[in-house]
């Protein structure tokens, strides 16, 4: 699913963010990214998510070698992959009905469907009954748990998360993470990143470990 | 809607037959054929459709929002609007932009003053059987003389007169305005037997031309310059709100939104300033018109005329709206544009 050969990353020049990189992930697969801060964690999902391309290597991605899409094309790329960020990027002006439907409403989807889809997904992260109050109005957890559903509401082949139990305590944490778990349980290929280590040696799943930008272990592969 | 997304489509079906057997049955109907491909396309359109409808209402709602604020922006719009329409409108009462203008070119054919009204008669015929020659309208002497009375207004002092010093005149109109040709037909005519002299009325027509051109030329430029006026109100009214959308916009292209689909409200903010400056444009015309209805009309009856300002016509306003929407829509394009080269998200 996804492939990074030989890839570095450098910002401004000097700073290397990320140096000889080689790793696969297998479909349906779940991975943990962890490391220091500041050890290329988030870089790496950037690279993923195509914000940035590589300085140096192949980032592929289900076959395709990323780097090569044309501008016009990396908005319908994006769509394939479902993203949960730290700080959740929700919108605060909308109601979580329509965060969650963001996706759905950027590929079209008729509204009849995509109220369908976006209720299933906020059933699945047990918010159904909120999705008309408004960001600011729930709790950190819940607002993860929104980012979530936004995430997978488009049916993602490949969900990133970047510390998605960042501002979490430990029973919120261990609640997204047995999330995530159901949605790679269905064949979703999954990457997050955290540096919660307590908590995903518990998970027994792939951990990558990142330092200084270089992949120093790789425990638990199969 | 975009041919670029057809290989994007491709890709996202190879990442999809990575999903499992839990995947809903809908997303695992095949792909393939050209009925499938036909309703994708047809619900594309559909989706492309109703984003636009959606985009048009949402930006309208946001516009009625605050109304002060958008109020003053297409206000300054309407001014920009006002004054190269205003002057257009002058032009075009003073019949300066009409092509009935080339009707007043005319030549005067004087005849001899002992001519008699036959010999007039087949002067005119003589006249009327060259090539170049459009009508003729005869004057007689009396008529002459009573037009002469009642530009000058000498009534007393030509009664006075014993014997019409006036010769039968006729009044020739030219096929062709062309100066060169005019002065030809006047040595022609003038040749003629009985003729004593032949008046080309050119040189006010020219003047006349030539002021309807500088005119034109005016009211086209300060169109111009005004128009820009218009991008520039709206590029930079579009500008602030693409700033104050900021976030939103990272977070879409986060998701995977096109530029043509964040660039869409934005669009519609645009054509909607354009829409309401063309508005309030025609309202100040008309209010213009009010202003200056009353002094005109008097002015005119002071002359002993009759003349009305000119109100912009269902053409003229649905030109002046289409313009105003249109230059509105460029603005936000070149404003959303610009701007979103440096949202890059996060």
Redo the contacts between chains.
């Keep these: 699913m996804i492939a990074f050969e030989h890839v570095g990353k450098r910002y401004g020049g000097r700073f290397e963010a990320l140096a000889h990189l080689n790793f696969r992930v297998a479909r349906g697969e779940m991975v943990f990214l962890t490391g220091h801060s500041g050890a290329g964690k988030s870089s790496l999902l950037r690279l993923i998510m195509r914000l940035e391309k590589p300085s140096r290597g192949r980032v592929v991605v289900a076959g395709h070698d990323i780097a090569q899409l044309h501008a016009s094309q990396v908005p319908f790329y994006r769509r394939q992959i479902g993203v949960v960020f730290q700080d959740h990027q929700l919108l605060f002006d909308r109601s979580i009905f329509h965060n969650v439907s963001l996706p759905l409403e950027i590929q079209g989807v008729e509204p009849r469907e995509a109220a369908r889809r976006v209720r299933a997904a906020l059933d699945k992260v047990g918010l159904l009954h909120r999705e008309k109050a408004l960001p600011i109005e729930l709790s950190g957890g819940e607002q993860q748990r929104v980012g979530i559903a936004r995430a997978v509401v488009n049916k993602p082949a490949l969900l990133l998360a970047d510390e998605p139990t960042g501002n979490l305590d430990p029973q919120l944490s261990a609640d997204i993470m047995a999330l995530f778990e159901d949605f790679n349980r269905i064949g979703t290929t999954v990457m997050i990143a955290s540096h919660d280590l307590a908590l995903i040696a518990r998970l027994r799943h792939r951990i990558l470990r990142l330092s200084d930008g270089r992949l120093v272990a790789d425990e638990g592969a199969v | 809607m975009?041919p670029?997304?057809t290989?994007?489509?491709q890709?996202?079906a190879?990442?999809?037959t990575?999903?499992?057997?839990?995947?809903p049955a809908v997303?695992k109907a095949p792909r393939r054929g050209a009925r499938s491909q036909q309703t994708r396309f047809s619900?594309?359109l559909?989706?492309?459709g109703?984003?636009h409808r959606s985009m048009a209402w949402d930006s309208f709602v946001r516009l009625v929002r605050y109304p002060v604020g958008n109020l003053l922006t297409m206000l300054a719009i309407a001014i920009a609007l006002v004054l190269p329409a205003a002057l257009w409108l002058t032009l075009d009462s003073a019949r300066l932009l009409d092509a009935e203008l080339d009707d007043s070119a005319t030549l005067t054919v004087y005849l001899d003053l002992a001519a008699d009204d036959a010999q007039a008669l087949r002067i005119e015929e003589a006249v009327n059987a060259e090539q170049s020659v459009l009508e003729t309208q005869m004057i007689s002497a009396e008529q002459g003389m009573a037009e002469f009375q009642q530009a000058l207004g000498l009534d007393d002092v030509l009664a006075g007169l014993d014997d019409n010093p006036l010769p039968i005149s006729i009044v020739v109109r030219p096929e062709s305005v062309d100066p060169a040709a005019m002065q030809q037909l006047a040595t022609t005519l003038e040749a003629l037997t009985g003729v004593d002299e032949v008046r080309v009325d050119l040189a006010w027509v020219e003047r006349l031309r030539n002021l309807a051109e500088l005119g034109r030329r005016v009211a086209l430029a300060l169109g111009a310059l005004f128009g820009l006026g218009v991008l520039l109100v709206v590029g930079n009214t579009i500008r602030l709100s693409v700033e104050s959308r900021r976030?939103?916009i990272?977070?879409?292209?986060?998701?995977?939104?096109?530029?043509a689909?964040v660039r869409r409200p934005f669009l519609y903010s645009g054509a909607w300033y354009g829409l309401g400056g063309g508005l309030l444009a025609l309202c100040l015309l008309g209010m213009g018109n009010h202003w200056l209805a009353l002094p005109v009309a008097s002015l005119a009856e002071s002359y002993g005329a009759s003349f009305s300002l000119p109100q912009l016509n269902v053409t003229g306003s649905t030109i002046l709206l289409s313009c105003s929407t249109i230059l509105g829509w460029l603005g936000a394009w070149l404003a959303v544009t610009r701007h979103l080269s440096s949202i890059?998200?996060?």
């Excluded at chain 2, 990272?250 to 530029?259: N, P, Q, Y």
Aim: proline share 5%; net charge positive; aromatic share 4%.
């Design positions: 975009r670029s997304a290989p994007k489509r890709k996202g190879a990442l999809k990575s999903r499992s057997t839990a995947k997303e619900s594309r559909r989706a492309w109703r984003h976030r939103e990272e977070v879409v292209m986060l998701i995977g939104a096109t530029h689909f890059r998200p996060r």
